[in-house]
């Protein structure tokens, strides 16, 4: 299934909560929700009041990524405060498999990131464990980037891998996916799509969300063809 998750960091927060009935009322399926450190990437962003403070104004899936140090000791914390998905890096875990278990202790999903720099295969061994992994096609910390071409080529080979093992992980890609290259994102095996600017920072932030769940059907009627 293909799902949107729109990213609340290109949101202005001053309307958070308008902005957040405006993408669920679309038909948004998770609420991207970037939690940084300012030591795991070089920028400082959002916690676990936040979550609290928007979980009881919207059903959306909270899909919680976690851009710091050491995740595993703040699991229970964000599975408390509303996460219903929690995303650690691979690059800030020992041991994933031991992660992705903590995780699942909580009732929640479990998710991995992927850095540009990091080879996918890294999450392989993990993947039986797993029920999503997240690309990242821009260098994590700050919004408004460029989609890195070279993340696309990542994702095709994770997709290919988990059809030959037959697994059921989704695939998320998150940096620079805008209504102009969405397709080609699901061209190369994503099925979760998560988009910030083009999303929060519309005039018109359901028709954006509607947008691209035009562009979902196009490429379903096609086929949903993989490269």
């Known amino acids: ?94 041991d994933l498999k031991r992660a992705a278990a903590k995780i699942k202790v909580q009732g929640k999903k479990a998710a991995v990131t992927v850095k540009p720099a990091t080879d996918i295969e890294c999450v392989y061994d993990a993947l039986d464990k797993l029920d999503m992994v997240l690309i990242m096609s821009v260098e994590p910390g700050f919004g408004g980037q460029e989609l890195m071409p070279e993340a696309l080529d990542k994702a095709a080979r994770l997709a290919g891998y988990i059809a030959r093992k037959n697994l059921n992980v989704d695939i998320e890609m998150d940096g620079g996916i805008t209504h102009e290259n969405a397709e080609e994102v699901l061209r190369h095996g994503v099925n979760v799509i998560v988009a910030g600017s083009s999303i929060f920072r519309a005039d018109d932030k359901a028709a954006a969300v509607t947008k691209y769940f035009d562009i979902f059907r196009k490429f379903e009627s096609m086929g949903g063809r993989t490269e």
């Open 1 to 94: 299934m293909l799902k949107l998750a729109p990213s609340i960091l290109a949101a202005d927060f001053a309307e958070l909560g308008a902005a957040i009935r405006a993408v669920e009322s679309a038909g948004a399926h998770y609420l991207h929700i970037d939690i940084m450190d300012g030591i795991f990437v070089p920028n400082i962003s959002l916690g676990i009041p936040i979550i609290k403070s928007i979980r009881p104004i919207t059903q959306m899936l909270f899909d919680v990524h976690l851009m710091i140090m050491e995740p595993e000791r703040y699991i229970k914390d964000f599975a408390l405060a509303g996460a219903d998905i929690i995303n650690v890096h691979t690059e800030a875990c020992g």
